[in-house]
């Protein structure tokens, strides 16, 4: 006979459980009522207390929190591109050069962000592809160039735009952009500040990620994924010991492939590879 109380004799019956399947944590080994609801998944087992001079029990969160407008629009906007055909392209950039031109502009308050979306406008008017849309009746080139770069707040991601990247100036688009990012952590962005992208730039370089895949946002041709910066030692004749340490960042384009093909994605990311690494160009 196994030994337990008559409430979880009745719970086990009308759960169908057999008792003898069920270990008992009462007195004695007895199946108490808690224990047939951690069988049938009513309850959760307790967690055991830590053993003495064990590390303090982290509390992590538990149980459903309701999305914020903003989460619900990110949510919604990911799925939209789920019916989208895209395939990717990466490449590696050497950055020397470029990282020599922030660090010679960076006390004048120009940033990585500006620089960036700068080159990749550059490229872009060589590869205006990259910069369409697909409509059903065909390819939708947009006259202007207006990147928007993913910024993560609390509580979302927003994409605030450099609005005609091509014709600024890199002092411009910096100023433009810290004064973007302001109003986004305030939540005062206007919706053209945000809606108005033709082509996205998002940039995990400064976490650490060696390489990753960006979703292509909706009504867009491409998006670039910025990985960081690696070292790396390469062959060199001119060198003393024959090697040397370069930089370089792998780089990913997500495009739409309804108008955009792999050839288009390849050039575009060879002129970007060529901007980044004569970045005089850029200011």
Request: glycine content about 8%; proline content about 5%; some cysteine.
């Amino acid at each position: 006979v196994i030994a337990a109380t008559p409430t979880a004799r009745v719970l086990a019956k009308k759960a169908k459980l057999d008792l003898a399947s069920i270990e008992g944590t009462g007195e004695f080994g007895r199946v108490t009522a808690d224990d047939v609801k951690i069988a049938t998944g009513e309850m959760k087992p307790k967690r055991k207390a830590a053993a003495p001079g064990a590390p303090a029990v982290v509390e992590m969160p538990e149980g459903l929190v309701p999305f914020t407008g903003m989460q619900r629009a990110v949510s919604n906007n990911m799925v939209a591109t789920m019916d989208c055909p895209v395939f990717r392209a990466s490449r590696e950039i050497e950055m020397d050069a470029f990282n020599a031109l922030y660090q010679s502009v960076k006390p004048k308050g120009v940033t990585v962000s500006a620089l960036l979306a700068k080159a990749v406008a550059m490229a872009i008017q060589k590869h205006p592809i990259v910069n369409s849309s697909f409509r059903e009746e065909g390819t939708f080139f947009n006259k202007d160039i207006n990147i928007a770069m993913a910024v993560a707040i609390d509580g979302g991601l927003i994409t605030p735009v450099l609005k005609y990247a091509n014709e600024r100036g890199v002092m411009d688009l910096g100023e433009n952009w810290k004064e973007l990012v302001g109003k986004a952590k305030s939540g005062t962005l206007s919706p053209d500040e945000y809606n108005s992208g033709t082509f996205t730039i998002s940039n995990m370089g400064m976490f650490g990620v060696s390489q990753f895949d960006a979703i292509l946002p909706a009504g867009q041709g491409g998006i670039l994924a910025v990985a960081g910066t690696q070292e790396y030692i390469v062959p060199c004749k001119q060198a003393v010991l024959g090697m040397k340490k370069i930089s370089k960042m792998t780089v990913t384009l997500t495009c739409d492939h309804r108008q955009i093909y792999g050839a288009d994605a390849a050039l575009f990311l060879k002129t970007l590879n060529d901007v980044m690494m004569n970045p005089g160009q850029l200011v």
